[in-house]
Structure formats: structure tokens, C-alpha cells
């Protein structure tokens, strides 16, 4: 089964100012930690399911080298455009053989990449990662998937025992991701062949705990436009840091 594992948002402030600009908001976020092999670092929003991650380059000579798919879509993206949603990461229990499926498909990917992240309290969390192989420019980039080392039972346990998760994040879900893209029916066509994602409507696709949306836009690049939180009390839409954030 494919879940929304998490939002990749880039942005220009550091993980701390941004936690505290959403903590301000009534909204509890943490700062994440450190990914010492990308240089970045990142700030947390956990929601019952998921969660939304704000990426910063901490020093930005290691993340230019570190040659990683997502960090070289990162410092595309805030070179280009600057901050804002850059891609969407799907979790799966399977990833080898999501990785065998792609390709006998024929489609190129990286391959299953181990990953760490240093927390704030010193744990070192570990996971595995899977990307298609492709350029990066305009076009929508396709999902990543993700491979927990611990179950996520486990994993919600430790987070909230050390504090990143709140009882008011539990309230929280994303339910929808809504992507603005010059042709909706190539780029779903496309997602449903890759990831056998099941088809909801014309302009919809279905993960477990989320639905993704796909409107047809003329802007030159396209990218995660905006998503929807469920369970807050807030009922606004707020953009921050280039990306739309609308709280129902």
C-alpha cells in the first residue's frame, strides 16, 4: 500500500526561525535535525499520517556535492524560483521490490539509498530511500519512496516521547496535494503506469491517507501548488515561504 509519507518544502530560513513562525501560528513544529552527508537540515510538521518537512541548506559547498536527487532538485529549485514545494515522498514497506517492479518496467531509478538524520536529542534515525532517474527542470518531478527502519507504530512512540509530536498534531491530516501542471492527463497517465496509483476521478489519484490533484495550469514550471490540513481550528489559507498551506 502507498501512503503520503511527506512534503518537501524548501526554504530560505533557518529549521529554528521556522519553527517558531508556525509555533506562533498555533501549530506545533520542531526542528528536525541535521542530514550531515547532505548539508541541510530541516524543521518538522508532524500530522497523523504524515508529515511536512521544511528543507534548508546548512552549508551549502557539501549539499552542491553531495549528489543526491533530492538535495540537486533543492538547490534547482531555490536558484530558479526560490522557496516552495518542491516534490511529494510516498512510503512503502516494499521498496525493493517497488525498485525490481520499475525496473522491469524499464524505468530507470537510483537504486535503494540508505539515509540517517541526527536528531536534536542525538538519535540517529535511519531509512531507505528510491528515486526515478531524470532531469531536473520545469517538469513536475515524479514522487520519491521512503522505507522506515521502525515500524510506524514505533516510530510515532518515540516521537512523541520526545516531543516532536503533540497530541495536536494527531488532529492533523493532509488530504489532499494539489499540483499545477501543463497537462493533467500525461502526468497522471503516467504516475497510474509507474505506481499503480488508483485513479479517482478525471483530475485525481488516490494514496491510502491522501489524494493527490492535478490542475491544469500554463505556468512554465511545474510543481505541489498547494495542500489542504484537515483537524486544526484555524480555517485559513497561508502562504509561507512561497508555498499555500490552506488549514479547512
Known amino acids: 500500500m502507498m501512503y503520503l509519507d511527506h512534503i518537501v518544502h524548501s526554504v530560505t530560513k533557518k529549521p529554528i526561525e521556522v519553527a517558531e513562525d508556525w509555533t506562533e501560528k498555533g501549530i506545533h513544529a520542531v526542528v528536525g535535525g541535521q542530514h550531515t552527508k547532505w548539508g541541510t537540515y530541516n524543521a518538522l510538521l508532524y500530522t497523523k499520517t504524515s508529515y511536512i518537512e521544511w528543507l534548508a541548506a546548512e552549508y551549502e559547498e557539501i549539499a552542491k556535492n553531495a549528489n543526491h536527487p533530492l538535495i540537486d532538485l533543492m538547490l534547482h529549485d531555490l536558484k530558479t524560483s526560490g522557496a516552495g514545494f518542491n516534490t511529494i515522498c510516498i512510503r ?27 536528531t536534536t536529542s542525538g538519535l540517529v534515525r535511519k531509512w531507505r530511500m528510491l528515486f526515478v532517474k531524470e532531469d531536473i527542470g520545469d517538469a513536475l518531478p515524479s514522487p520519491f519512496f521512503i522505507e522506515w527502519e521502525e515500524s510506524d507504530e514505533e516510530k510515532y512512540r518515540l516521537l512523541q516521547k520526545d516531543g516532536t509530536i503533540e497530541k495536536s498534531n494527531l488532529e492533523l491530516s493532509i488530504t489532499a496535494c494539489e499540483f499545477h501542471v501543463r497537462k493533467p492527463r500525461e502526468v497522471m497517465d503516467k504516475w497510474k503506469s509507474y505506481f499503480q496509483l488508483t485513479e479517482q476521478d478525471e483530475q485525481t489519484l488516490l494514496l491510502e491517507n ?34 499555500t498551506y490552506r488549514f479547512l
Request: hydrophobic share 30%; proline share 0%.
Open 210 to 243: 491522501t489524494r493527490l490533484i492535478f490542475r491544469q495550469s500554463n505556468n512554465i514550471k511545474e510543481r505541489l501548488a498547494s495542500i489542504d490540513i484537515d483537524g486544526s481550528n484555524r480555517h485559513e489559507e497561508i502562504i509561507y515561504e512561497q508555498a
Open 92 to 118: 512503502t514497506t516494499a521498496i525493493d521490490d517497488l525498485s525490481k517492479q520499475l525496473q522491469e518496467q524499464g524505468i530507470k531509478t537510483s537504486g535503494v539509498l540508505h539515509a540517517e538524520r541526527k
